[in-house]
């Protein structure tokens, strides 16, 4: 049997019908493409594998009995997976149209002519309108202009989704990752739980030769950008500093992540000593203290080396990681 031409990897955590709007759209928009279609459960609670083998019995699950984080379950579907291209796809995304056929055949063309090995899409809001998607590598800088920016602004380009482009980096909640690429610069690194894992494949790969391209032709909607995990407002933040550090260490200078590491200081003593006043200002607003558990990992659980994180107050490492923790 031929190796399909592309691999789909849904990294599923308790997404529940969204997973399953998700794979209905996919199936719906594959068109005459030889497609495997491989969803990584990150230990869900409830019946969804056996939903969705249902609907859609051509689905393979992959069935963690721990939370092992996005980057680890990406991996597991890439290595059962064959597909000349690997479609990393959130479960809250959903394609509009022909877009898998049309993102797969600007990856071709761009592959043949340019060295090209990452895709991105132009994503959309729930309303349709514009959702940022692509960006420039991290520096000292653009972290401290970051700071004044709303969440969903910071990290990305604000501009040129009109027309194709090559960013440093595209966003992983849908990427089109060409096979040599993986057999050349290597799967995801495990080591972020999740965020980050995108911007540094995309680093390894410009590295190695690749070439990472923006495509405006494919319109992929996606729900919920940086969702809140239930009843832990804090996680997010925290987990995406932690990944922004251990990004520094891992590619840039040791000034350079010492010089991050103090910002993330200052930024997080600033949390800290506001967190009183949000009862005041914001009232209703939910409880919940980034800045202290921000100085906590910094000072006390090695922040920036990777694996570890918290959540609840409890601190939870590789390999260690506990169905409930996320």
């Known amino acids: 049997m031929s190796a399909p031409e592309v691999s789909i990897v849904i990294v599923n955590f308790k997404s529940g019908d969204l997973l399953r709007d998700c794979l209905d759209k996919v199936f719906e928009s594959r068109n005459a493409l030889s497609v495997e279609v491989i969803v990584v459960d990150n230990c869900s609670s409830g019946d969804c594998p056996e939903r ?190 932690r990944s922004h550090l251990y990004f520094y260490r891992k590619h840039y200078s040791r000034a350079a992540y010492c010089a991050l590491w103090c910002l993330t200081v200052g930024f997080a003593v600033g949390l800290a000593a506001m967190s009183p006043l949000r009862s005041v200002f914001k009232p209703g607003t939910p409880a919940g203290n980034t800045g202290a558990r921000l100085l906590k990992d910094l000072f006390l659980n090695g922040f920036g080396h990777g694996r570890a994180y918290s959540i609840n107050g409890t601190i939870v490492a590789n390999p260690d990681r506990t169905c409930t923790a996320s």
């Not at 597909?83 to 990856?107: E, K, V």
């Open 52 to 241: 969705i083998r249902n609907r859609h019995p051509e689905v393979r699950f992959i069935c963690n009995d721990l939370n092992l984080g996005f980057a680890t379950a990406v991996n597991q579907g890439i290595r059962a997976s064959s597909g000349r291209f690997i479609l990393a796809m959130n479960p809250d995304t959903r394609f509009l149209q022909d877009g898998i056929g049309r993102l797969i055949a600007f990856a071709e063309e761009k592959f043949r002519a340019e060295n090209a090995g990452i895709f991105g899409c132009r994503l959309l809001n729930s309303d349709g309108t514009l959702q940022f998607s692509k960006g420039r590598f991290p520096t000292l800088a653009r972290t401290l202009f970051d700071v004044l920016k709303p969440r969903r602004w910071r990290k990305y380009d604000h501009s040129g989704y009109d027309s194709a482009s090559e960013p440093d980096w595209v966003t992983g909640a849908c990427i089109l990752i060409r096979r040599e690429v993986i057999e050349e610069v290597g799967l995801l690194d495990e080591n972020y739980f999740m965020y980050y894992e995108d911007v540094d494949l995309c680093y390894r790969a410009r590295k190695k030769g690749f070439r990472v391209l923006y495509f405006p032709g494919t319109h992929v909607y996606h729900f919920y950008p940086h969702s809140q995990r239930r009843g832990d407002r804090d996680f997010i933040p925290v987990e995406i500093r």
